[in-house]
């Protein structure tokens, strides 16, 4: 049983490097469609960053359930919930295997959390500008002298925030 249940962290382990790895490479694509200011791109993005990351979610609650087993198993009462204080609590093997799987899967999510941080960084910019242009087209609009004759109307086309045709 103990091996059975070293065998199945170990593969959750694994599985869940390898969705980190893909949250990380989608992670590089929003980097990607922001720098290039791509929405169409963005919007497809933003989707399969939510399939990985309910993907991770349900492998985490899985893993969770395997923990609760080993635990129980091995008979651990932890004062805290760590996973670092968790493996330190079992037989040297397993130590030995987690700890490599664990530091790998932590340099990956250290990895993609600064990325993240660039990402956000990154919207924030653009919504500055974009805030900033609207507010000049704004100021542009109220600074300019509204013409109600028909030859006015003629020589200049009125500017607009929102082209109804669209």
Known sequence: MQAELKEDLIRLLKEEKELYQELFAVA?????????????????????D?????????????????IEKI?????????????SDFIEELPADWEE??????????????????????NQKLLNQALEVNTFSIESI???IKENK??????????KEQPRLLNKKV
């Open 146 to 155: 509204n013409t109600y004759t028909k030859k006015d109307k003629e020589q």
């Open 138 to 140: 704004l100021k542009s």
């Open 97 to 118: 295997d987690l700890k490599d799987i664990r530091q790998k899967i932590i340099e990956l999510t250290d990895d993609f959390y600064s990325l993240n941080d660039q």
């Open 28 to 48: 590089e694509e929003k980097n990607e469609a922001l720098l290039e200011n791509d929405t169409a791109a963005l919007s497809e993005i933003l989707a399969a």
């Open 50 to 66: 939510q399939e990985v990351i309910e993907k991770i979610e349900a492998k985490e609650k899985e893993r969770k359930e395997i």
């Open 71 to 83: 635990k129980s198993e091995f008979n651990l009462k932890l004062k805290h919930d760590k996973y």
